[in-house]
């Protein structure tokens, strides 16, 4: 309880750092509402004043013409702080989804292993528009109401104390029941969103591999399988609908039984000439007017819990941790002699199993290295590793004498090299936008040169709108091979000292081989290459070859040295 207590208090103080920079937006509004509220709590005594003004048969135009005045005023300060409110939440969850997006695109590697993707995104938007619904209305109205029914009460004890202790016992008495089913409907809120994150995920696994899913005839499976997810948003969204349907009557109870109790006393104390009609009416006014803000409060807390467990939600996603753009290891650095890169004794694990034991080889400068070996030799390992998207647990990665981990941030590391994935991510776009991408700035003479290195000239020459042309969703309107050479593309045109090429598995034709293997001698010449090999000819076509076996080298050398070695089970022939 009392740790649930300090996660609640953790979460408003969350919330409140979040404010920074629209607390002046947040006063003002808050202002406003209050001025129109006062304005409304005034006119009751209005009203009383006005019954006593025409009973005694004294003029009551001028009082008319004030309320009437009170109330324009109300309603257009009411309108006023609705807008800065609204626009004050949506600055604040603006600045917070922004905050999430950023996080998001900067996770350390291993983070993205554990998560949901679909999660992570239902969490950035469905989360955070639920957040936003209760910074810009609940809770807003949370304080207004709050203080216009304390307003409202004083003003009630003021009138009468005896009729204001009935109409609190009746109120308090239904807040109690409130209280009570309040955090049940947490529970059922935050499981809600837990599935709705969790359909999400399912949601994203299945879109994005669409063409599994229909070759396997898996439709009607998967369908079933989102139904449970769905089903599961459904039961705890019921539940909690279920709970907060409780809370409505009570308050109506509440509202009526007072008005009920207030008129019986009332009108025996008007008879005992211990108040006047004017009195009951404008304390009954007041019980009228007070009863839409104290309904308010009561089912405004249903959707503050939602809203503090989505903030709760949106705030794990802020906690997980991120890459430092200016990591490095506090280790002396380790020097190289000579040029090209050096890979010593690195060891790897990922979690308890040994992934790379001892891998240590040399790349000559601008040559082209093949890194051969069977399914799980850990050469995609070593290749997250240069890239720097994990760290090795021991052993040194030396660049041209330079410490990679040591000399390097990270950031300075990734400028110096390129990467070409297996299956590269081509996006939304033409394919000018894709090669570009790695550079943006860069001039159309080296564009153009970089298409043709990778031998791309005769696409784009084919293509009705050349480099302009779309691509499709994940480049879906060229060939494997196309989409292979646009990544070399794009990786060659931000002039990497260091070409990862993760070669692909999938057959390429002949021609595209040779495409192949010219593409790889022209970007060896440029910078130095180190190719995951899955081909022989690619095998054949590197200056070196080192073959990798369950995390260690077995063999370096040429072509002819290794064969005996290599997994020719594996190697396309
Ligand atoms: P392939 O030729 O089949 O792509 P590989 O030589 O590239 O294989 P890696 O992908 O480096 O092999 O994998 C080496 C081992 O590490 C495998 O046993 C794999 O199961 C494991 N592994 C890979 N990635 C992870 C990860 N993110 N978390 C845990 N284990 C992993």
């Not at 309320?67 to 600045?95: M, N, P």
């Not at 907060?244 to 109870?253: E, K, Q, T």
């Not at 990786?491 to 034709?509: C, Q």
């Amino acid at each position: 309880m009392d740790e649930e207590l300090e996660t609640r208090r953790g979460t408003l103080r969350q919330l409140w750092s979040w404010t920074r920079g629209s607390r002046r937006a947040l006063l003002t509004a808050l202002g406003c509402a209050l001025t129109g509220a006062a304005l409304g709590l005034a006119q009751p005594l209005l009203v009383n004043s006005t019954i006593e003004a025409a009973t005694n048969s004294r003029s009551v135009a001028g009082l008319l013409v004030l309320l009437a005045a009170l109330f324009a005023g109300q309603a257009l300060l009411q309108a006023w702080s609705t807008y800065r409110l609204d626009r004050a939440g949506e600055g604040i969850v603006r600045r917070l989804r922004q905050a999430m997006i950023d996080q998001l695109l900067r996770l350390r590697m291993a983070v993205y292993d554990r998560q949901r993707v679909g999660d992570l995104i239902s969490r950035t938007t469905t989360d955070t528009t639920l957040l936003r619904d209760v910074l810009a209305t609940d809770a807003a109205n949370a304080v207004v109401n709050s203080i216009v029914v304390a307003g409202g009460v004083a003003v009630m004890v003021w009138l009468d104390p005896l009729l204001a202790t009935v109409v609190l016992a009746v109120t308090l008495s239904s807040g109690l029941v409130v209280a009570a089913v309040l955090k049940g409907i947490r529970r059922e809120t935050v499981a809600a969103q837990d599935a709705t994150g969790s359909l999400a995920a399912d949601l994203e696994r299945v879109l994005s591999a669409i063409r599994t899913v229909r070759v396997n005839r898996a439709e009607s499976r998967e369908s079933a399988a989102l139904a449970g997810r769905n089903g599961a948003v459904y039961t705890h969204n019921v539940r909690a609908a279920r709970l907060s349907a409780v809370v409505s009557p009570a308050i109506d109870l509440a509202v009526q039984g007072s008005l009920i109790v207030v008129i019986v006393v009332g009108l025996s104390r008007v008879s005992a000439g211990a108040m006047t009609v004017g009195e009951l009416v404008a304390f009954l006014l007041y019980v009228n007017y007070l009863a839409a803000p104290m309904s308010g409060l009561f089912d405004i807390a249903p959707a503050l819990q939602t809203g503090l467990a989505a903030l709760e939600r949106a705030q794990e996603v802020l906690d997980l941790p991120v890459e430092s753009e200016r990591e490095r290891r506090t280790a002396a650095p380790t020097s190289g002699p000579g040029a090209g890169l050096v890979l010593r004794d690195l060891r790897f694990r990922y979690t308890d199993r040994d992934i790379l034991r001892g891998t240590s080889f040399h790349v000559p400068r601008n040559s082209c290295t093949a890194v051969a070996g069977p399914s799980g030799a850990g050469k995609s390992t070593l290749f997250s590793l240069l890239g720097r998207f994990y760290e090795p647990d021991s052993g040194s990665i030396v660049f041209d004498g330079r410490d990679v981990h040591t000399d390097h941030s990270i950031a300075q590391w990734r400028a110096r090299i390129g990467l070409v994935e297996q299956h590269s991510p081509l996006m939304y776009g033409t394919l000018r936008d894709n090669i570009g991408y790695a550079a943006p700035d860069a001039d159309e003479t080296w564009l153009r040169q970089v298409v043709d290195m990778a031998g791309l000239t005769a696409l784009v020459d084919r293509l009705p709108s050349g480099l302009d042309t779309e691509v499709g969703e994940h480049g879906s309107s060229l060939s494997g091979g196309e989409q292979q050479r646009v990544a070399i593309a794009r990786a060659l045109l931000a002039r990497p000292e260091i070409l990862l090429l993760d070669e692909p598995t999938s057959h390429l034709d002949a021609a595209n081989e040779q495409l192949l293997t010219r593409t790889l001698r022209r970007i060896s010449a440029e910078c130095t290459l180190l190719v995951i090999a899955h081909r022989l000819s690619t095998i054949r076509a590197a200056d070196q070859v080192v073959v990798l076996d369950a995390g260690q080298v077995v063999a370096t050398g040429g072509y002819d040295d290794v064969r005996d070695l290599l997994p020719q089970h594996r190697v396309t022939a």
